[in-house]
Structures are given as structure tokens and as C-alpha cells.
């Protein structure tokens, strides 16, 4: 070829216009979701992100896996909106007993919530992220579920 010809230059088609918008439209869909689902978790939503997202799905099944990312985003949502903690440090079994006390009072009855908090702390302990023990105290805060309400006695 001979420095004189010109290579035309290639311009994008209706199809890769399409495409991109469309790349790009579920891009904005995918931050929203994660929007939704990590908002208010604050300094800890890049840890719930990897942990839910490569951890959890690997571990959980489907319908497992959705009903813990809403436990435990919701314990953290919990955890920075009403208890200012910014610093995983400074959760305590106290805080654990206190965001049951919530959930109750929002009319969560079920358990399985404290098992889901209680694997995520024991692989941030495994994973030398958490240098405390487990805040989720099984024995105590499953019989805190079981107990009746203040409201019903």
C-alpha cells in the first residue's frame, strides 16, 4: 500500500448507536439496582459489595442469596442511619440486639437473619478484616427473636 492512499474512516452505524445506547441504558439500570440495594450502607458498601456479589452468590442458592443481600444491607443500612457506626470496629452484640429489637418492631418474626449475620462476620473474622468476636451471639439473639414483644405482654 502507498503512503499516498487514504484510509477511510470508519463511522459508527445506526446498529452500534443502538447498541451503545443500549449498553449504556443498562449500565445506568445496573447502578441504579445497586443504588437501591447498597444505599445508606455508607463506608461499608465496597465490603457488601464483594462479599454479596463474589462470596454469597457463590455460596448461596437464588432464592437464599436474595432474601441475604436484603439482611444483611439492611443490618448495615440499620447500623449507619441509626447507629452513626462508620467503622466495623464498633459493632458490638449490643448493636446486633438493638437492630432485632428494630426488626421486631417492624414486624420481622422470622430468624434466619441472624444465622446470615452471623456467617458474614465469621468470614470477615477468616478473612482478618474483623479482629473482634462475632457480635452475632447465636444463642442469645435467636432466644431474643423467640421471646415475645414488649407489645404483646
Not at 55 to 74: C, K
Amino acid at each position: 500500500m502507498s503512503t499516498s492512499q487514504v484510509i477511510p474512516e470508519v463511522q459508527p452505524s445506526a446498529s452500534t448507536d443502538g447498541e451503545l445506547a443500549y449498553a449504556l441504558e443498562q449500565e445506568r439500570l445496573r447502578n441504579r439496582r445497586a443504588d437501591l440495594m447498597y444505599g445508606h450502607t455508607g463506608a461499608f458498601r465496597p465490603l457488601l459489595e464483594h462479599y454479596v456479589e463474589q462470596v454469597a452468590r457463590a455460596r448461596y442458592s437464588p432464592r437464599t442469596f436474595a432474601r441475604l443481600r436484603g439482611s444483611i444491607t439492611r443490618f448495615f443500612r440499620y447500623v449507619v442511619m441509626n447507629e452513626q457506626i462508620e467503622d466495623l470496629e464498633e459493632i458490638r452484640p449490643s448493636t446486633v440486639t438493638r437492630f432485632i429489637d428494630a426488626e421486631r418492631a417492624r414486624g420481622v418474626h422470622h430468624i434466619l437473619f441472624i444465622g446470615e449475620l452471623s456467617v458474614f462476620f465469621e468470614w470477615l473474622i477468616s478473612e482478618g478484616r474483623y479482629d473482634r468476636g462475632n457480635p452475632v451471639v447465636s444463642s442469645m439473639h435467636r432466644r431474643q427473636m423467640k421471646a415475645p414483644s414488649a407489645s404483646s405482654i
